[in-house]
């Protein structure tokens, strides 16, 4: 009689034994399943995200250039605009309601990309003249032409509101289209992207 309680209960200890270790390894595949999808946020997706700091002709076309390829071949592409490089969304110029001191930046920066100057080889404006000619020769489309392309292939564009407020630009002083945002809003982007520039 107990040899028969023995074989009766070794079967089920084996079971409840089996059930523990099952229980315990969908336990870990789980937690691995957890870590592998908390890796994933962390990686950055394909996505690129450019600072336009300069307010120069040459370096926004690179930009501009590096921007329209990219979304081109299906990536995210967000732009964002901060002091200098604030002045090529400037579609006009307002001195209205302003301080001495941002009338004096008005007038003094570049209203839009038209009247952007050459890093190099400015030549008192000369310089933007001979590389708008070439652009022209060699079938390039200028910077206007370029800021339109960027907007129909979905690049977001956004002024930053601290560079803003500190160079007296209001929102209707810049092109339409735009986003406005802070440093949280570059933050947002830049880490959900594998490629960060600085121009």
């Known amino acids: 009689m107990e040899d028969l309680k023995q074989t ?13 270790d099952l229980q315990a390894m969908l336990e870990h595949l789980r937690k691995c399943q957890q870590s592998v999808d908390d ?6 997706e394909d996505n690129m995200t450019i600072v336009v700091f300069s307010g120069e002709m040459d370096k926004l076309i690179a930009a501009l250039f590096l921007a329209t ?8 592409v967000s732009m964002y605009y901060t002091f200098w490089g604030l002045s090529a969304l400037r579609k006009k110029t307002v001195y209205r309601h302003k301080n001495l001191w ?9 209203t839009g990309v038209s009247q952007l ?6 030549f008192a404006g000369i310089g933007p003249k001979l590389f ?4 022209k020769k060699q079938q390039v489309p200028d910077l206007k032409k370029m800021l339109e392309l960027a907007g129909e292939l979905g690049v977001e564009m956004t002024a930053c509101t601290t560079a803003m407020q500190i160079m007296g630009f209001d ?5 339409d289209g735009l986003e406005v945002g802070g440093v949280a809003t570059y933050l947002q982007n830049a880490s959900k992207s594998r490629v960060n520039l600085f121009i």
Do not use: F, Y
Request: with cysteine.
């Open 69 to 76: 390829g990219a979304a081109s071949m299906g990536c995210q």
């Open 39 to 44: 890796l994933q946020k962390m990686v950055p």
């Open 117 to 122: 100057k050459t890093s190099k080889m400015n």
């Open 171 to 175: 929102r209707d002083e810049l092109i």
């Open 132 to 135: 708008n000619h070439l652009m």
């Open 102 to 110: 941002h009338r004096m930046l008005a007038w003094m920066l570049p």
């Open 8 to 20: 009766t209960s070794d079967p089920m200890n084996a079971a409840t034994g089996a059930s523990a």
